[in-house]
Structure formats: structure tokens, C-alpha cells
């Protein structure tokens, strides 16, 4: 199978740097490789889920991406905005919902979104306007005086998703955005996720759950034990990929392939059986 898997009629329409590029991207903790030299484009305005299995690597590509974490080695770009050391101007491009949500819990969540959009260096009237529009978009206007650490679990991811947005990013990266959350959240973040990619924002967004995919997504990647074995527009990769041995496998088929590798090696509970 093709690893990089991006067809030309995407990549010409396509003007300018790419929202997303990572070169050789590789990390290592001790002797073991999370993420083992990723190569990646994603074009701006793509919707693009990062589907892999617990463990696959998602979770460390997203935090080398977003500047959390450094690359033990390999590079990756903003919209053409380096993400190494002097990263200021790709940080400004970007939101991150992290997976572990690290929120200032003894806040409210307008004080919340105001620390943040400060640290932004927004000016107070815009900081106003835009937390109180993400507070109401998100139904968490109802309860003004509800500190953090009192909200749910589901208010809490979209507290988190509101202040990525609150400086008007261009790109957008969410880590395991529906883990945990109820129908009704889950309901108004895919809303909210359809008017960004609508304003030509690019989503990075990653999952295990291969129906996430396919319902939000234009543009997928599947990572594997760290190695990216698929990538590119959903339409095209549900029709099949050649794999290097001439035949030809749907994003179902490699999807499942995985999911049943790691399946095997998990251990068997005899006292289950
Ligand atoms: N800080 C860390 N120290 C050691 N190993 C880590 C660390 N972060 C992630 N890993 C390991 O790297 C691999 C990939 O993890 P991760 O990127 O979190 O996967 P995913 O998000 O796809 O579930 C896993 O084997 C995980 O245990
Ligand atoms: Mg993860």
C-alpha cells in the first residue's frame, strides 16, 4: 500500500503551504518508537480524522504537532510556520483540545475563556464578545457562576473546545474530541466543528472510532504502531487502496485488519473462559 496516499487533484488545488506538514516526524521513549517517521500534508480545509487503535501513536503525533511535546527527531510546519523552537506565529495558528484537559478548575468558565483570550493578547471588548457567543453555542451560559471543577465531564470538553477557538485559529486540533460526552455534546460540537470547516478552517482530529470518520471527516489518516499506512480523501480510500502487493483494500478492510492485530495480541482471560 501507498503510504502517502495524496492524490494529485487535491494537491494541486491546493495553494500556498499546506495547513499541516510533517516531515520524518519521529519520537521515542526509551527504546520504544511511538511515532515513527511520520510523513504528512493535509491541505487547508480539510476535515481530517486520525484514526488509529489505543496506543497507535495519535495522541503523541498530536502534542509534536501542536509544539507539547519535541520531536526526537523530524520537523512539521503550520501553514508554512515552523513548529521547532522559535514556533510563536504556528502557535498562534493553531487551537488544541489536548486529551488530557488541563483546565484552571477553581474558575468560571467566562474567567476561564478571559485568562485565555489575554493570553492571546486579545483586546477585553473582543475577549467579551466571543466568550459569550462560545458560552451560549455550547449551553454553558446557563449557569454563570458554576466553577470549573463543578462542571461535567462533557462541559468540560466543550469549555476546553471553546478556548481553542476563542482567538479564531485556522487550524484546529482535537484529541479524542467525543470521548466521554453525551449525545447532546457530542450534538453541538460536530454543529460547531461543521461551521469552522465551513469558514475554511482545517480540523485534526483524532479517534479509534473508525463511524467518527466517516460521518465528520473529508480526509483520513489510518497510524499504526506509529507508522502512518494510509492517507487521503475519505470518497477515495472507501473505494480502496493498492496495497504493494497489486491488491486492492477498502479503509473498512484496513481499518479492521488493525483493530483485529491488536485484538490478537491481547492477553487471554482464562478465568473468563
Ligand atoms: N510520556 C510517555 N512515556 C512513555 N511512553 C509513552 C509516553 N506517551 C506515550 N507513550 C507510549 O507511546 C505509545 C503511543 O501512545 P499515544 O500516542 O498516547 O497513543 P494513542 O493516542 O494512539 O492511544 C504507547 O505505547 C504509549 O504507552
Ligand atoms: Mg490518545
Known sequence: MSEQHVPESQASASTGPFAIEARKLRRQFGSMVAVDELDLQVPAGCFLGF??????????????????LPPTSGASQI????????????????GVVPE???????????EYLTFVGRMYGLQGSVIKERSAELLAWMSLDTEPRKLIIDYSHGMQKKLALAAALIHDPQVLFLDEPFEGIDVIAS??????????????????LTTHVLEIVEKLCSHVAIIHKGKLVAHGPLEELKR?????????QTL??????????????????SWLS
Open 240 to 248: 480502496g487502496v493498492e496495497t504493494d502487493t497489486g491488491s486492492t
Open 187 to 204: 450534538g453541538e460540537i460536530r454543529a460547531l466543528l461543521g461551521k469552522l470547516v465551513a469558514r475554511g478552517v482545517t480540523i485534526f
Open 252 to 269: 473498512e478492510e484496513i481499518f479492521f485488519e488493525l483493530v483485529e492485530v491488536d485484538r490478537s495480541v491481547a492477553p487471554a482471560l
Open 100 to 110: 488530557d484537559l488541563a483546565i484552571h478548575d477553581r474558575l468560571t468558565g467566562q
Open 79 to 94: 501553514l508554512g510556520h515552523s513548529m521547532g523552537p522559535d514556533a510563536l506565529q504556528a502557535k498562534r495558528a493553531i
Open 51 to 68: 484514526l488509529g487503535a489505543n496506543g497507535a501513536g495519535k495522541s503523541t503525533t498530536i502534542k509534536m504537532l501542536t509544539g507539547l
